[in-house]
Structure formats: C-alpha cells, structure tokens
C-alpha cells in the first residue's frame, strides 16, 4: 500500500505535490519523495521519513516545474530501511522515464531474468516498482521508430505491460519533454482517481491523478472519474489529455481492505464512499452481533480509533445500546499495521492508545475494530480494556477474519503472522482474551462495499483465498513466506 500524485499544471506544482502528499499520508509512513519537471528536466527529492519531516525550504526550492508526481510508501517489497528503495525511479532511456507505483508485482521472479537475460537492463534494488519501470521503459523504446512519440506508441507499450506483468499495480510517469502517463491494472486492485480544473487565466485544463479522492477535492479539482482498469491515460505538457483502453479484457475487482481500513473515511473510489461502505459494515456486523449473544451482556459499544469509528456507531444504533469512546488516541504516533516489524507494532500500541478508566469501570465493553491482521494490537487492546476496569469484553471485528496472505500490495505475506489462520473464531478469542469474539460474514461486507453499485466483485483474497489475478498459486504463496522469514 501506497500513495501516489501526479500533475500536469500551468504553474508551479512542486507545493501542489507536497500538499497531495500530506493527505496521503496515512497510506505509507516509511519514505516519501516529489519529482518534478521543468521541460525536459527533472528534479527528483525522496527521502526515509514522513511528508513534514522530509522536505526542506532549500529542497522545494528545487523541485521547479509544471509537471510532477509523488509518492508515500509502506514497504511490501523490498528493504523499508533502505533509502534507495524510495520512490519515485529513474531511468534515462527512451527520453527520460521517472515513475511511481501503489501495489505488488507477483512475477517479480520471472521478470528479474526477462529483464536481465532479454532485455538486458539492469535494476539496481530489490524493488518491484523499478522493475515494472525497466519494462514499461523498454517496450516503449520498442514502439519509437525515430525520435518522435505519439499516444499510440505510448499504448501500445502500456498493453504490452499488461502482458508481461501480473500482480496489482496503480502507476504515473512522467515521460521527459513530453508528458504524463498514468495507467492502471487489468483488475483496478489498486485505486487511481482522475480530476481536472481549468488554470486561473482560462488557458489550459489542469490535471491530477491520485490515489484517493480527498486529494482532488482539497485541492480544489473536479473528480472526472476513476482511471479504468487496463486503462492508460496520457496528459501533455499543453493539458491535452487522451485515454484508451489497453487491455483486451479489464475486470474491476477492487481491493475490499482499502474500504475496511485503507483509504480514508472521506474518499471515494470506484464510485464507492469509504464512509458509507463503513456505516454499512456496522449495519450488518450489528445483525451478526445480534444473532450470536445475548444483547442484554453489553453495556456500551467502543471503537478503536480512527477507522472502525463509523461502524461502531451504526452498531450501537442498530443494537440500541449506549455508544462511548473509552479510547483516546495519539495522533503523533503513526497507524500500528504499518508499522515495520511486529516488535515496532507491539510498542507502539500502548505509546497510540490510552483507555479512559471512567468508561471501563464495572461495564461489559463490545468493542469494534475495522478488522483483526495479526492480532498484535487486538490482545493489547482488550487487556488494556480489562486493567481499565471492564467487566466483560466482546472483541468484534467489521471484516471477517484474515485467514490468507494478501498478495496485492498490504503488507500480510505469511499466514504464520495471521491470528486467523488455522483457528475457529472461538480460539481467536481465547488468544486474545475476549469473553466473546465475533466477525463479520464474507458475505455481508462484499455487499456492505458493493451496495447501490454495478460493482460484481471484490478482490476478498486475505478472507477467502480466492486470488482475483488467477496467477497466484501455492508455490508462490510460499516462496513469499520463505523470503520474508530468511
């Protein structure tokens, strides 16, 4: 999971790029970085470190230009301490490429030899997006006879991405001289936003692509529409924008984790509000409750803050019980599951959360969350609960257990660190010290996120184990495993 931005302005856009990047925040926490270009130039700062942290007067100062893009990241692949696995990447040939990505590449193997053996390039990290950018870099030098580029040439080379790539990808480049491309997966896993306003001088439309829609909205761009899946969209340096379809069979199976807990309450991506697919998942998750205990055990209904916020308040007025927050939470310390290491994400639990005695003492707690990954944070939270004065503790979840890898760019590589896998949900309970332990149905959230849409289909991968790519088999899954406990 990351965030990424990309521009296509009549003015400067290295502040435009930055402010983008401070309402992504919360989609990567381990480094960040801004490209820009001025004509055929490119300015290019990425460093380890949060948005406020990482760019100085003296380093905005360079970033001149008209076009730009940027990036947030939360390692999946690669070394999260490693500064030279931030983005954006760079490479020199055909004409100048720098690009960045939100997702995961599945055949990461197969294309560390295509790319060494076929197409004789060289990557330099351990990262997927630097491959993906070897490959779209060397199939558009593939399609230029001469040294000029048009739309078609910049196409076909994204459809021939899509042939030789598999996994999630969300993608903008910058193409020097000439423009932006941005361009999507045949499945849209990953969300890419597209906005537009005219400049101030009625000159020229401006353009933004982003990962989240809250980015355009700020920054006061109209929301076109979502970047299709297998869909590649090409802004020139003028404003002209053209789009076309690049594969011959796009399927939108959207990840549900980025409604769960991902994405921001007040985005909208694939035409889906994040905050009314959370109301929803509360409304539903109250009838399992109601279905599986007696509701004359609960006292009050408590969320852990932020995200399972909206879900609890639809279960405590569906159920009709008393709704409080019992947890304050410190706003300096960054969100837990993106943590680095699971002795990062333990420590940090009780530094992000206090629980307020006065709402605990002598009550039964129901407490809801936006789901339940490893269960790091869960155990430390229904024990603070308890050490606070609760009586009762009813832990419930508004996605249903995560039984599987996610694959497509969230950071849950090997089931072993999954409380879910190979235990019932009673045993979850019992491991986390929960007097009772409910989830939510399959089911009930794919139609909680679908409801009211043309939408047929989630990617529930982490739920189900069903891969919505087709090309993840067990092999995989555990050469994944195998390389993250080495």
Same mark, same amino acid.
């Given at each position: 999971?990351?965030?990424?931005?990309?521009?296509?302005?009549?003015?400067?856009?290295?502040?435009?790029?930055?402010?983008?990047?401070?309402?992504?925040?919360?989609?990567?926490?381990?480094?960040?970085?801004?490209?820009?270009?001025?004509?055929?130039?490119?300015?290019?700062?990425?460093?380890?470190?949060?948005?406020?942290? $990482?760019?100085?007067?003296?380093?905005?100062? +360079?970033?001149?230009?008209?076009?730009?893009?940027?990036?947030?990241? @939360?390692?999946?692949?690669?070394?999260? $301490?490693?500064?030279?696995?931030?983005?954006?990447?760079?490479?020199? &040939?055909?004409?100048?490429? =720098?690009?960045?990505?939100?997702?995961?590449?599945?055949?990461?193997?197969?294309? $560390?030899?295509?790319?060494?053996?076929?197409?004789?390039?060289?990557?330099?990290?351990?990262?997927?997006?630097?491959?993906?950018?070897?490959?779209?870099?060397?199939?558009?030098?593939?399609? =230029?006879?001469?040294? $000029?580029?048009?739309?078609?040439?910049?196409?076909?080379?994204?459809?021939?991405?899509?042939?030789?790539?598999?996994? +999630?990808? &969300?993608?903008?480049?910058?193409?020097?001289?000439?423009?932006?491309? &941005?361009?999507?997966?045949?499945?849209?896993?990953?969300?890419?936003?597209?906005?537009?306003?005219?400049? %101030?001088?009625?000159?020229?439309? #401006?353009?933004?692509?982003?990962?989240?829609?809250?980015?355009?909205?700020?920054?006061?761009?109209?929301?076109?529409?979502?970047?299709?899946?297998?869909?590649?969209?090409?802004?020139?340096?003028?404003?002209? !924008?053209?789009?076309?379809?690049?594969?011959?069979?796009?399927?939108?199976?959207?990840?549900?984790?980025?409604?769960? @807990?991902?994405?921001?309450?007040?985005?909208?991506?694939?035409? =889906?509000?994040?905050?009314?697919?959370?109301?929803?998942?509360?409304?539903?998750?109250?009838?399992?409750?109601?279905?599986? !205990?007696?509701?004359?055990?609960?006292?009050?209904?408590?969320?852990?803050?932020?995200?399972?916020?909206?879900?609890?308040?639809?279960? &405590?007025?569906?159920?009709?019980?008393?709704?409080?927050?019992?947890? @304050?939470?410190?706003?300096?310390?960054?969100?837990?599951?993106?943590?680095?290491?699971?002795?990062?994400?333990?420590?940090?639990?009780?530094?992000?959360?206090?629980?307020?005695?006065?709402?605990?003492?002598?009550?039964?707690?129901?407490?809801?969350?936006? +789901?339940?990954?490893?269960?790091?944070?869960?155990? #430390?939270?229904?024990?603070?609960?308890?050490?606070?004065?609760?009586?009762?503790?009813?832990?419930?979840? %508004? %996605?249903?257990?995560?039984?599987?890898?996610?694959?497509?760019? =969230?950071?849950?590589?090997?089931?072993?660190?999954?409380?879910?896998?190979?235990?019932?949900?009673?045993?979850?309970? #019992?491991?986390?010290?929960?007097?009772?332990?409910?989830?939510?149905?399959?089911?009930?959230?794919?139609?909680?996120?679908?409801?009211?849409?043309?939408?047929?289909?989630?990617?529930?991968?982490?739920?189900?184990?069903?891969?919505?790519?087709?090309?993840?088999?067990?092999?995989?899954?555990?050469?994944?495993?195998?390389?993250?406990?080495?």
């Amino acid at each position: 999971m990351c965030g990424i931005v990309g521009l296509v302005s009549s003015e400067p856009v290295n502040q435009q790029v930055y402010d983008a990047l401070l309402l992504l925040q919360h989609r990567g926490q381990d480094s960040t970085g801004i490209a820009t270009a001025d004509g055929a130039m490119f300015h290019m700062h990425k460093v380890k470190g949060q948005v406020r942290e $990482a760019y100085r007067t003296r380093d905005m100062r +360079s970033l001149l230009g008209t076009m730009g893009l940027g990036h947030v990241r @939360y390692a999946t692949r690669g070394d999260a $301490a490693n500064e030279t696995e931030a983005q954006p990447f760079y490479v020199n &040939a055909p004409y100048g490429i =720098i690009l960045v990505h939100n997702g995961n590449l599945t055949n990461t193997r197969e294309l $560390a030899d295509q790319l060494y053996r076929d197409d004789r390039r060289h990557v330099n990290s351990s990262s997927d997006t630097e491959m993906l950018l070897n490959v779209l870099a060397n199939e558009l030098q593939k399609q =230029i006879p001469g040294s $000029a580029l048009d739309t078609d040439q910049v196409f076909t080379a994204v459809s021939r991405v899509h042939d030789r790539v598999e996994g +999630s990808y &969300a993608v903008i480049s910058m193409i020097a001289g000439h423009g932006l491309l &941005a361009f999507r997966d045949p499945y849209g896993i990953r969300p890419l936003v597209l906005g537009k306003r005219r400049n %101030a001088s009625d000159t020229m439309d #401006e353009w933004i692509v982003a990962s989240e829609s809250l980015v355009l909205e700020s920054a006061g761009y109209e929301l076109v529409r979502d970047v299709a899946p297998g869909e590649a969209i090409f802004i020139a340096l003028d404003g002209a !924008m053209t789009s076309k379809q690049c594969h011959a069979a796009p399927r939108l199976a959207p990840c549900s984790f980025e409604y769960v @807990y991902l994405a921001r309450p007040d985005s909208v991506m694939n035409g =889906i509000s994040v905050y009314e697919a959370r109301l929803r998942m509360g409304d539903r998750l109250a009838d399992t409750v109601s279905a599986h !205990m007696p509701l004359g055990d609960v006292d009050v209904v408590m969320p852990i803050p932020d995200s399972s916020r909206p879900a609890a308040m639809q279960v &405590a007025q569906k159920l009709g019980i008393e709704y409080r927050e019992g947890f @304050y939470k410190n706003r300096y310390v960054g969100r837990t599951f993106i943590m680095p290491g699971q002795a990062e994400r333990k420590k940090s639990v009780k530094q992000k959360l206090n629980a307020m005695g006065s709402e605990f003492k002598g009550k039964n707690i129901l407490i809801v969350d936006d +789901s339940i990954v490893r269960g790091t944070t869960s155990k #430390e939270i229904v024990e603070m609960a308890r050490e606070a004065g609760a009586n009762k503790v009813t832990f419930t979840s %508004a %996605a249903p257990p995560v039984r599987y890898p996610h694959v497509y760019g =969230i950071n849950m590589p090997s089931r072993l660190e999954l409380i879910a896998h190979d235990r019932r949900i009673p045993e979850i309970g #019992e491991v986390l010290g929960a007097d009772h332990m409910i989830y939510q149905e399959v089911a009930d959230l794919q139609s909680a996120i679908t409801e009211g849409t043309d939408i047929a289909e989630l990617d529930l991968s982490c739920f189900t184990g069903e891969y919505v790519t087709g090309t993840v088999s067990p092999e995989y899954l555990a050469w994944v495993e195998r390389t993250q406990l080495s």
